[in-house]
Nanobody, 116 residues
């Protein structure tokens, strides 16, 4: 069955870094655009970053541009989110998303908490 398993979340101090990973299985990973979304308490889920199926194009939310980098390894069926210069407002549950045409899959999420 389809699985998207996020990992790498945790508690980090402002200014710190984390690297999230999302391991995919059960579908042809290399044909799907992959994205990271996040949802903070009391807020709607928002797109953080997206990468095309071949990894040739990326786009980012304005709030994370220059700090976050999305990448993928199609040989490992994994997408990553490198998060640097983290801010308290980055606290959220981060979700992995796979999409191709009308087909879409979601992971269960990984918590990222900023605390000094």
């Amino acid at each position: 069955q389809v699985q998207l398993v996020e990992s790498g979340g945790g508690l980090v101090q402002p200014g710190g870094s984390l690297r999230l990973s999302c391991a995919a299985s059960g579908f042809t990973f290399s044909t799907y655009a992959m994205s990271w979304y996040r949802q903070a308490p009391g807020k709607e889920r928002e797109l953080v970053a997206r990468i095309t199926s071949a990894g040739s194009n990326t786009n980012y939310a304005d709030s994370v541009k220059g700090r976050f980098t999305i990448s993928r390894d199609n040989a490992k069926n994994t997408v990553y989110l490198q998060m640097n210069s983290l801010k308290p407002e980055d606290t959220a549950v981060y979700y992995c998303n796979a999409k191709m045409s009308w087909t879409e899959y979601w992971g269960q999420g990984t918590q990222v908490t900023l605390s000094s």
